[in-house]
Nanobody
């Protein structure tokens, strides 16, 4: 079983910054892609940023240039640094990882519980 613990959400004024963290723990052999998604009220969940095991990244157009995704493989943790935040960034942010687990060896996709980011104008 794999658990994700997210932190770093909160209330911030427009133009401010936040850093989200997501730490994975459990019976893992390796972690593949790590990503952040978000879901605003009344909208579908969307990809914000993804980072591969090799460190390649991709971003949604809406956050490109304002956000940076990174990972610390020693800590099994992925981060999302968000700058120049806008009210339209308000959403619940979810961590998502692809992980190879033991017992038996198999691939799983795991979601975090979500952390709320609110950007006030």
């Amino acid at each position: 079983q794999v658990q994700l613990v997210e932190s770093g959400g909160g209330l911030v004024q427009a133009g401010g910054s936040l850093r989200l963290s997501c730490a994975a723990s459990g019976n893992m052999f390796s972690i593949n892609n790590m990503a952040w998604y978000r879901q605003a009220p009344g909208k579908q969940r969307e990809l914000v940023a993804r980072i591969t095991s090799g460190g390649s990244t991709n971003y949604a157009d809406s956050v490109e240039g304002r956000s940076t995704i990174s990972r610390d493989n020693a800590k099994n943790t992925v981060y999302l640094q968000m700058n120049s935040l806008k009210p339209e960034d308000t959403a619940v942010y979810y961590c998502n990882i692809g992980v190879l687990v033991f017992g038996p060896l198999r691939n799983l996709e795991v979601w975090g519980q979500g952390t709320l980011v609110t950007v006030s104008s």
